[in-house]
């Protein structure tokens, strides 16, 4: 058997498409995250329970209306986004003249509320989901059996990050949210309405989250906290890549998942910890993220 | 002076207070702004002339008084559909994006009425712009970015611009350049509101001046009486 660093290469090549699939998830919650920061300025708390949500809103379609898994991802996120939308403007948006603190403490305590009521109706055991029957059983690769679901939610979640990004770099959308992020003052003299551009901006960070969420509910099941133990991870690649950069977020998403895979191979024990500790060496060596600017 | 419609002025702005906070800094501002006219506001530094600006685009904290733009009251508009009543605003600092390429610039305002200069006039009026239209905004120089902050209000098809300053810090012969822009603008009927330091810059492209002190109007007077008017001009404005 053809053998790196004494490690058996199937063994490796295995633990790396995991830390992709991973990544996957990483990249999209980042990139919700690095969206809403982005414009909004405000550090995203909830993001971890719109993930659930998204989770639950397939799970519930399924056993109260039977729709299955691919009307789903598009319905999820939109139900997300819709909640989001309704959220930011009757509440999160009275915070924006008030110091950041106050947008990340209103989203913890929204976070917190959410989860605790889905806890407090669902349990905190986790509810299986099934995943599609088109894309049941797997493939052998040589090196490892891949199931295909996974296989589709690292191509899906790259044409996401892609899709996304496009937008935002190469639209006239995109190129309004930019200047906004810059001058939301003058944007708006021009004549945008850029009230309603945070509202959608934020639905999109949301509706992101929903949709991870959703692709995530075959693989890690249903529950009411599955969002808040990713969160921790993912504001630490946000961290590393840097606030508010969209191509950063997607990125460190892909590369940190990729090192954690990889650290399970080499030293098992650390593979909890490897990102945090990537995070602390980046923040002291280039406090602004990788790809980020100061602010 | 350009022709009168109908004696009722295109931009009318009557008893305008503003504050930033507590600060006070705009007290009974009154002024007209007839089509086709040049009006430029002086006075010394934090006498209110960009509080003036930002007072009509509804970019002060707070405003009271009244400002109709072509008989329309524009005191319950919200900022965003402010342009659309045709009004474009250049800032003093310019605000050129940075995240966003030249032509990004320029294709940023949304149009708010039919008749806007299309991207070929405006590139044609600016050469410059269009060799670097691919690089950052804020990889022109100053007096490219001057051009660009104008270029990109003259493709919404606004009828009165509002311009903060426009020769500030810029080389001579961009100013005359600037200056040659602006009075091929007069020529096609563009009504300008100039916050200006530079008299002699001033005097080539306005027809009335007002002068300013402390958040107050003092006088009005125009651009043929600007040479009687200047001592009075250099104890106020102290340049």
Redesign the interface.
Known sequence: MTMIFGIPLPALLGQLLIGFINGSFYALLSLGLAVIFGLLRVINFAHGAQYMLGAFAAYLLLVHTGLGFWPALIVAPLVVGAISAIIERTMLSRLYDLDHLYGLLFTFGLALIIEGTFRWYFGAAGQPYAGPALLAGGTNLGFMFLPNYRGFVVVASIVICLTVWLLIEKTRLGAYLRAATENPQLVQAFGVNVPLLLTLTYALGAGLAGLAGVLAAPIYQVSPLMGSNLIIIVFAVVVVGGMGSIGGAIVTGYVLGILEGLTKVFYPEASNIVVFVIMAVVLMLRPAGLFGKEI | MAEVNGGEPLLKVRGLDGWYGESHVLHGVSLDLMEGETITLVGRNGAGKTSTLRAI???LPRREGEIHIDGRDMMKVP??????SGI??V?EER?I????SVS?NL????K?AEGGMSVEEIFELFPNLAERRNSPGTKLSGGEQQMLAIARILR?GVRIILLDEPTEGLAPVIIQRIGDVLIELKKKGMTLLLVEQNFRFARKVADRFYLMEDGHILESFPTSQLDAKMGRLHEVVGV
Do not use: K
Request: no cysteine; aromatic share 8%.
């Open positions: 685009m509804n970019l900022v965003h559909r402010t342009a659309h474009g605003y800032p605000g994006f940075a995240s966003l990004e294709m940023l305002p949304p708010v919404t």
